[in-house]
């Protein structure tokens, strides 16, 4: 008796064969964005000095509204209060996650948002480098 091949198991076989092909696919794309030993120890310290250069800039902002003669009390608690909750959302979106997986988005952020200074930026890889300074 001869075995006759389903038509299913073939169908089985390329199903698996992508899903293997993909999640190859996958982990090579979440390597590309591991930057190196290295670059990850200096990228620890320029992020504590970009966090704190963000929240000076806010500090500044602070001190300005309160300043500000113009406004009444009630005007300078809701720039203080919309400046707090928008200052928050930026620095969430820039500074959450401590993983070198996101450290090249976080860079392009910081970048982007003038808190890094090319001091820091000549201490990373040349590859780091110029993926940074490509995201003005």
Known sequence: MKHKLSVVQPIKLTIFILGVFLFIGCLSFYFFFLISEADWKHFKRVKAGALDKCCQQVLDDVRKGIDNPELSDHAKYLYLY???????????????????????????????????????????????????????
């Open 82 to 136: 919309k400046l707090m909750e928008n200052s928050d959302k930026r620095i969430a979106n820039i500074f959450d996650y401590n993983a070198r997986s996101k450290a090249m988005l976080q860079l392009a952020l910081m970048k982007s948002d003038g808190l890094l200074e090319a001091k820091q930026i000549n201490g990373f890889s040349d590859e780091l480098q110029s993926f940074i300074n490509s995201h003005d």
